[in-house]
């Protein structure tokens, strides 16, 4: 086995960029392989009834604007009058599977949500045309009780929250993760040296937002391991009961644990805001709709807590870039404001007056959308129009099955579930069936897998000879496999992360077999070194 395989300049890189890199390495490996990438989250599923759904709005759209301009390229406004009945007469519901469904999406935002009809019909076509800023800036009207049904659906395991929900749509969930810290810092509700829990192992970029960094906040962590089936543990929790601890920062399910917060462990949380009541809690729900049964931590702490979402992972819409951030109308954000001293509330009047005769009065959730465009272009803040009506008509593919199974969803629990079994049949390792696991990524351990198919002895010889990248980098040079490195992400030493999202589902079987074949020729060194 070569020793020293790991270029010493990948030691300082992130997850992300080391995997890169390993994939120049996996495209010319040496056994001549298929090259397969499992490192990345990207799926390979679309939904496409959504997708077509929008096209028809745009076609439709398009006609009714010729009914005001009709030039050569060029065409009016739609007209508001009449045009929930103009739409329904473009529809063909009976030869027309996806006219279908928008004439049932039409009839369930009528009967269930009391939405106007013309008004909800021009919201959604001159959202998909794209022919005006987006009014209200922060959302549009009808989307935000839309998206509040669909994240109360989805997200909140029967907590009855829509009503009471404020939301602001974003460029993915990166973007609503960067205008949350930006805006928690503007407003002083996060510090410099203020003590931050996050839940490890976590996706990377939150240890590494530099304008975190600046602030030398001090990192709790909730540890969850291997042992525990990377559930986070009642004493992990009780960290939290410290009122010096300021805010909790949360991917639940967890990346790349993969892992819901169980039952308990979001009983445990809202035991923990009754000492500490001042918790602001941060959780990151992309995950949400791949585990069984899942309830959100927003679901059981409103008050404390904000939620981003993405529609990214589930719908497979990365490159549409479709995020939201969700706060409850009464929140504790609010209430600190107001608490701010008189010498910072006087520095954040000045800051926001430029948008508002009363500055004190503006909500968080508002604060958001002005900061996310330097407070200065608020007016022309807010996600596209496009990108808003089509995280609305993802959300009424989920909605307009009402009390029945989303078999969409159940197609994308199947998916990776079956590729995660696959995976951990190979490797002949035992599969977790319990309802937290979202199946979405593996974790494996090497070190673990070398003690469990050969011995401990030869477990020591591995931890002791090689860095934690000489697996994965031979791995990628050898065998043509890219996988990420799970110490990126705070998990412990030698854990591989796998991604069952972004390869066609016969290829799992065959990383598995190759990790075990890679083992396999590093045993066969450390039986040379006996002798
Ligand atoms: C993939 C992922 C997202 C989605 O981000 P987008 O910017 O919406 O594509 C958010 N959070 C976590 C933890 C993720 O892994």
Same mark, same amino acid.
């Given at each position: 086995?070569?020793k020293?395989a790991?270029p010493?300049?990948l030691?300082h890189?992130?997850?992300?960029?080391?995997?890169?890199?390993?994939l120049?390495?996996a495209?010319?490996?040496?056994?001549?392989?298929?090259f397969l990438?499992?490192?990345r989250?990207?799926p390979?599923?679309i939904?496409t009834?959504?997708?077509?759904a929008?096209?028809r709005l745009?076609?439709f759209?398009?006609?009714d604007?010729l009914?005001t301009?009709?030039?050569h390229?060029?065409a009016?406004?739609?007209?508001?009058?009449g045009i929930?009945q103009?739409?329904e007469?473009?529809?063909?519901?009976?030869e027309?599977r996806?006219?279908e469904?928008?004439v049932?999406?039409?009839?369930?935002?009528?009967l269930e949500?009391?939405l106007?009809?013309?008004a909800?019909?021009k919201?959604?076509v001159d959202?998909?045309?794209?022919?005006?800023?987006p009014v209200?800036?922060?959302?549009?009207?009808?989307?935000?009780?839309i998206?509040n049904r669909?994240l109360?659906k989805?997200?909140?395991?029967?907590?009855?929250?829509a009503?009471?929900?404020q939301?602001?749509?974003?460029?993915?969930?990166?973007?609503a993760i960067?205008?949350?810290f =930006?805006? &928690?810092?503007? =407003?002083?509700?996060?510090?410099?040296?203020?003590?931050i829990?996050i839940?490890?192992?976590?996706?990377?970029p939150?240890?590494q937002i530099?304008?975190l960094q600046?602030?030398?906040?001090v990192?709790?962590?909730l540890?969850s391991?291997?042992?525990?089936h990377?559930?986070i543990s009642?004493?992990?929790?009780d960290?939290l009961?410290?009122?010096?601890i300021k805010?909790l920062?949360?991917?639940n399910?967890?990346?790349?644990?993969?892992?819901?917060?169980?039952l308990?462990?979001?009983?445990e949380?809202?035991?923990i805001i009754?000492?500490n009541p001042? &918790?602001?809690i941060?959780?990151?729900?992309?995950y949400?709709?791949f585990a069984?049964?899942?309830q959100s931590?927003y679901a059981v702490v409103?008050?404390?807590?904000?939620l981003?979402?993405s529609?990214?992972?589930?719908y497979?819409?990365?490159?549409?870039? &479709?995020g939201?951030?969700?706060?409850?109308?009464?929140n504790i954000f609010d209430a600190?404001?107001?608490k701010?001293?008189?010498?910072?509330?006087q520095?954040l009047d000045?800051?926001?007056e430029?948008?508002?005769?009363?500055?004190?009065?503006?909500?968080f959730i508002e604060?958001?959308?002005a900061?996310?465009?330097?407070?200065g272009?608020?007016?022309?803040s807010?996600?596209s129009?496009?990108?808003?009506?089509?995280?609305?008509l993802f959300?009424?593919?989920?909605?307009?099955?009402r009390?029945?199974?989303d078999?969409?969803?159940t197609a994308?629990?199947?998916?990776?579930a079956?590729r995660?079994e696959?995976?951990?049949?190979?490797?002949?390792?035992?599969?977790?069936e319990?309802?937290?696991?979202?199946?979405y990524?593996?974790?494996?351990?090497?070190?673990?897998l070398?003690e469990?198919?050969?011995d401990?002895?030869f477990r020591?010889y591995?931890e002791a000879?090689f860095d934690?990248?000489d697996f994965l980098?031979?791995l990628?040079q050898k065998?043509?496999v890219?996988l990420?490195?799970g110490?990126g992400f705070?998990a412990?030493?030698?854990?591989?992360?796998?991604?069952?999202?972004?390869?066609p589902t016969?290829?799992?079987?065959?990383i598995g077999?190759?990790i075990l074949?890679l083992?396999?020729e590093?045993?066969?060194?450390?039986?040379?070194?006996?002798?």
């Amino acid at each position: 086995m070569t020793k020293g395989a790991v270029p010493e300049q990948l030691t300082h890189l992130g997850a992300f960029e080391i995997s890169f890199e390993m994939l120049k390495l996996a495209q010319k490996n040496q056994k001549n392989n298929i090259f397969l990438n499992a490192g990345r989250g990207n799926p390979n599923w679309i939904n496409t009834k959504a997708r077509l759904a929008f096209n028809r709005l745009v076609e439709f759209g398009i006609k009714d604007s010729l009914r005001t301009i009709n030039e050569h390229d060029m065409a009016g406004y739609t007209q508001l009058r009449g045009i929930a009945q103009r739409f329904e007469a473009f529809l063909d519901p009976e030869e027309n599977r996806i006219d279908e469904f928008l004439v049932d999406a039409l009839s369930y935002c009528r009967l269930e949500l009391h939405l106007t009809p013309d008004a909800l019909v021009k919201e959604l076509v001159d959202g998909a045309i794209g022919n005006n800023y987006p009014v209200p800036s922060r959302v549009l009207s009808n989307t935000e009780i839309i998206l509040n049904r669909y994240l109360e659906k989805a997200l909140y395991g029967g907590a009855q929250l829509a009503n009471h929900t404020q939301i602001f749509p974003t460029e993915g969930g990166t973007a609503a993760i960067v205008y949350l810290f =930006n805006s &928690l810092k503007y =407003n002083h509700l996060i510090k410099p040296g203020d003590k931050i829990a996050i839940n490890t192992p976590i996706f990377t970029p939150y240890l590494q937002i530099p304008e975190l960094q600046e602030y030398d906040l001090v990192e709790v962590l909730l540890n969850s391991d291997e042992k525990n089936h990377w559930n986070i543990s009642a004493d992990e929790i009780d960290k939290l009961s410290d009122p010096s601890i300021k805010a909790l920062f949360i991917v639940n399910p967890s990346n790349p644990g993969s892992r819901a917060f169980s039952l308990s462990a979001l009983t445990e949380i809202e035991k923990i805001i009754t000492k500490n009541p001042a &918790l602001m809690i941060i959780t990151d729900d992309v995950y949400g709709t791949f585990a069984k049964d899942f309830q959100s931590v927003y679901a059981v702490v409103p008050r404390n807590t904000i939620l981003v979402y993405s529609f990214s992972k589930l719908y497979g819409a990365t490159g549409w870039r &479709l995020g939201l951030i969700a706060l409850r109308k009464d929140n504790i954000f609010d209430a600190m404001l107001k608490k701010l001293p008189e010498t910072e509330r006087q520095e954040l009047d000045t800051r926001y007056e430029i948008i508002t005769k009363h500055p004190r009065k503006l909500p968080f959730i508002e604060r958001l959308a002005a900061d996310s465009r330097s407070v200065g272009l608020y007016h022309t803040s807010g996600l596209s129009t496009p990108q808003q009506i089509m995280e609305v008509l993802f959300s009424l593919t989920h909605l307009v099955m009402r009390d029945r199974e989303d078999a969409y969803f159940t197609a994308c629990e199947n998916l990776v579930a079956l590729r995660y079994e696959d995976l951990h049949q190979a490797l002949k390792i035992q599969p977790d069936e319990s309802p937290e696991n979202a199946k979405y990524y593996s974790l494996i351990n090497i070190y673990h897998l070398a003690e469990t198919r050969y011995d401990a002895d030869f477990r020591h010889y591995l931890e002791a000879n090689f860095d934690h990248l000489d697996f994965l980098v031979n791995l990628a040079q050898k065998n043509g496999v890219v996988l990420m490195d799970g110490m990126g992400f705070g998990a412990g030493d030698g854990t591989l992360r796998i991604s069952q999202a972004n390869l066609p589902t016969e290829d799992y079987y065959l990383i598995g077999k190759q990790i075990l074949e890679l083992l396999g020729e590093y045993h066969a060194d450390y039986q040379k070194t006996l002798h």
